[in-house]
């Protein structure tokens, strides 16, 4: 009985150390989605976003006046991201889920690279409009702003993209792809 007891305070010790395999404590598992969109702007009659495709290769969650780092491959909040290339759709799109640290954010941004994983054209963002078809392989930091809070409970985060798809609305060349996409923000 004592060796019992022994074993199953090691197995408990062994579960919870670092890399144990055990908990995080004080992290929260978020549900990210991306909300609905209309493709047609209602700035630009004429343009319509009919397919956008992201390459999401990571992930931050920033509180109140927290920076990102210069070259935000760096930044130490960084959740790397195993999605691929995910053509997002005009009726939502699930992420998945990320373990996040508890707390109050007020930004989230995602890194868009080209090559990330299970890429078939090796493109950070395509997008299909009335203009026609564009596509970028430059880094590209989406952000979406707003008041999230992460707690031990139902962790669900509906980012707002139709500033994103407005912005790319009126795309009429390549390089203007990256310019317009991190000059708004989505909401959440």
Do not use: H
Request: charged share 20%.
């Amino acid at each position: 009985m004592g060796k019992a007891i022994v074993i199953l305070i090691m197995l408990i010790g062994i579960g919870c150390a670092p890399g144990g395999g055990g908990t995080t404590t004080g992290n929260g598992i978020v549900d990210v989605n991306m909300q609905a969109y209309t493709g047609l702007s209602s700035k630009v009659s004429s343009m319509a976003v009919t397919s956008l495709t992201m390459c999401f290769k990571r992930l931050r969650f920033k509180t109140e006046g927290e920076s990102t780092d210069a070259d935000p491959s760096t930044d130490s909040d960084n959740i790397d991201l195993s999605l691929g290339e995910i053509t997002l759709s005009a009726t939502g799109t699930n992420l998945g889920l990320v373990s996040v640290p508890y707390g109050t954010y007020s930004r989230v941004e995602f890194d868009l690279e080209k090559d990330c994983v299970d890429t078939i054209t090796s493109n950070s963002v395509e997008v299909t409009n009335g203009n026609g078809s564009f596509f970028t392989e430059d880094r590209i930091t989406i952000k979406f702003e707003g008041t999230f809070v992460v707690g031990s409970s139902s962790n669900v985060l509906n980012l707002g993209v139709q500033a994103i798809v407005d912005a790319l609305d009126s795309v009429s060349a390549n390089e203007q792809i990256k310019t317009q996409a991190e000059a708004v923000s989505g909401t959440y």
